[in-house]
Antibody, heavy 119, light 110 residues
Framework: QVQLVQSGAEVKKPGASVKVSCKAI????????VQWVRQAPGQGLEWMAV????????KYAQNLRDRVTVTRDTATNTAYMEVSSLRSEDTAVYFC????????????WGQGTAVTVSS | QSALTQPASVSGSPGQSITISCTGT?????????VSWYQQHPGKAPKVMIY???KRPSGVSNRFSGSKSGSTASLTISGLQAEDEAEYYC??????????FGTGTKVIVL
């Protein structure tokens, strides 16, 4: 079955880092972009970052580019998103999604990973 | 990059048609034909309903349609059904700034 499976929920202290994984199952991982989107409790969707199919190009939201890093490992069909210097405002559900190149369509989503930042 | 502007809520009776607007700028909605729309039920991941402004993915009901005029995109749901009650988000490509989502619209089926 074609799907994106994300890592489990995390609880972190302010100032720590978190790394969320997104494993592609059932399709050719290296032919799609991977997008990252987050949603704070009761809030809307916020675009965070994207990584190209080969992993050689990335783009970040302006307000996050100093603290977010996205990578991908074609050997394991897994994409990663790391947020450093966590703040309470980073408490959110983090989603990965695949995008066919050039379509602008986040056509398939992972189940989401809840990250809670609390002292 | 500021969020695209959507109405907070739109309501309609079963069978009616409703339209959700999504207003951006000449740097995103008005510049690229890469506007998509997502439906999100509580506690679930979003689902793409429209991409490239007006294209419908396989499996999405033809009751959903998209259009664009200038810097404003629109999603129309015709023949409104109870299962359409959800939050809807537009999303636009913004070039070097990446992507930007709308503020979200809650669709209420009366």
């Amino acid at each position: 079955q074609v799907q994106l499976v994300q890592s489990g929920a995390e609880v972190k202290k302010p100032g720590a880092s978190v790394k969320v994984s997104c494993k592609a199952i059932g399709y050719t991982f290296s032919t799609y972009y991977v997008q990252w989107v987050r949603q704070a409790p009761g809030q809307g969707l916020e675009w965070m970052a994207v990584i190209s199919p080969s992993g050689d190009r990335t783009k970040y939201a302006q307000n996050l580019r100093d603290r977010v890093t996205v990578t991908r490992d074609t050997a394991t069909n897994t994409a990663y998103m790391e947020v450093s210097s966590l703040r309470s405002e980073d408490t959110a559900v983090y989603f990965c999604a695949r995008e066919p190149p050039g379509s602008g369509s986040f056509e398939m989503w992972g189940q989401g990973t809840a990250v809670t930042v609390s002292s | 990059q500021s969020a695209l502007t959507q109405p907070a809520s739109v309501s309609g009776s079963p069978g009616q048609s409703i339209t959700i607007s999504c207003t951006g700028t000449s740097s995103d909605v008005g510049h690229y034909n890469l506007v998509s729309w997502y439906q999100q039920h509580p506690g679930k991941a979003p689902k793409v309903m429209i991409y490239e402004g007006s294209k419908r993915p396989s499996g999405v009901s033809n009751r959903f349609s998209g259009s664009k005029s200038g810097s404003t995109a629109s999603l129309t749901i015709s023949g409104l059904q109870a299962e359409d009650e959800a939050e809807y988000y537009c999303c636009a490509y913004a070039g070097d700034s990446g992507y930007v989502f709308g503020t979200g619209t809650k669709v209420i089926v009366l």
